[in-house]
């Protein structure tokens, strides 16, 4: 681009800023980018960085250099973030060239999350109910049981679950409201009766006589939700007590892997049950609170169940259609 397409100089910090308004004014979250792009920022504004047009390569090189990301993929997101800040100044006119020219890090074989059966979530929930009280934490052990078997029952987000309040879950019409989860986007979540009476067994004890709607479902005190982190910090001090077989080539298992597990044993439902998975992948997406169900097909890993029943599935369905096993 040359420099007469140049139109308005900006500083480091306004060029962040006006770049993240622009993302959440397309109803992106950006959370975590606007966290890197402010950390570039402040490691610039060290070197006395201060506008945009001064920032170099180098600088750019040195910047991810320091970053501790061990894995190529969290290397990769916070190329990427850094990458396209600077593509967004070069295309509005506030930079010529860009200078990010890192390349990104070659990923090895793609990760194999550890899938759940419903025996080891029991086993997760009983050492959960088992939690001993704290000075700052009470009823931890029902707070943490409830937010397991959320996440595992109804494939929820830890932030959907974090974030619920007390007027979000509606008993008698069996629904959950998740307000403004990813991309700023609220359904409805139904449950069944197993979930009903845990719930209404958690509201009775955790919120007797309580009518304010606001207050936080999942909390220690009334001042604020449980975090996310807290609740992925119990998970992993807990899910090492279970004894669990992982296969060669299937990572550790972190909390996300309960959501996951929830989407292939749905999956595997619908095919022992003889429906169609495509024609539910839809409803699926929605359920789980997808933009689309490309974004859902991530999560169906193919397990050697899945490969059993699909392969019934074929030899049922296409094999009589094409004469295979038929006596001639």
């Known amino acids: 681009m040359s420099a007469q397409l140049v139109t308005v100089a900006l500083s480091l910090t306004e060029a962040i800023s006006t770049f993240i308004a622009y993302k959440r004014a397309l109803n992106r979250g ?5 966290k890197a792009l402010q950390l570039m920022g402040r490691a610039l504004a060290e070197q006395n960085v201060a506008a945009l047009g ?10 991810l250099r320091s970053r501790s990301h061990r894995q190529p993929r ?14 967004w100044a070069v295309l509005h006119g506030h930079l010529e060239h860009n200078p990010v020219q890192a390349d990104t890090r070659p990923r090895g074989s793609a990760r194999r999350p550890y899938l759940f059966d419903t025996d080891e979530v029991r086993r997760l ?7 001993p009280d704290r000075p700052k934490g009470r009823h931890r052990a029902l707070v943490y049981e409830t937010a397991f078997a959320l996440l595992f029952a109804l494939g929820l987000r830890v932030g959907e679950v974090s974030r619920l309040r007390l007027g979000d879950v509606d ?6 409201t998740i307000r403004e989860s990813k991309f700023y986007k609220s359904r409805l979540v139904p449950f069944g009766p197993r979930i ?5 067994r958690y509201v009775d004890q955790r919120h007797p006589g309580e009518r304010d709607p606001g207050i936080p479902l999942f909390s220690f005190t009334r001042r604020g939700c449980v975090c996310p982190e807290a609740i992925s910090m119990t ?10 077989t992982i296969a060669a080539g299937v990572s550790a298992p972190r909390l996300h892997d309960l959501r996951h597990s929830f989407a292939v044993a749905t999956l595997l439902r619908w095919y022992r049950e003889g429906v169609d998975p495509n024609a539910r992948l839809f409803h699926l997406s929605t359920f789980m609170g997808h933009v689309d169900p490309s974004s859902t097909a991530v999560y169906l890993t193919i397990t050697e169940q899945l490969l059993a029943q699909a392969d019934a599935r074929f030899r049922s369905h296409a094999l009589p259609r094409i004469g295979v096993g038929e006596p001639r």
């Open 125 to 131: 929930l009983a050492l959960a109910r088992a939690l």
């Open 54 to 63: 001064a920032v170099t390569p180098s600088m750019i090189d040195a910047f």
């Open 235 to 244: 998970f992993h001090a807990l899910w090492p007590k279970l004894g669990l």
């Open 171 to 176: 008993l008698e019409q069996r629904v959950l």
């Open 196 to 200: 009903a009476a845990r719930l209404q």
């Open 74 to 87: 969290s290397y990769n997101h916070l190329l990427g973030v850094v990458h396209r800040f600077f593509e």
């Open 30 to 34: 950006y959370v975590t980018e606007e």
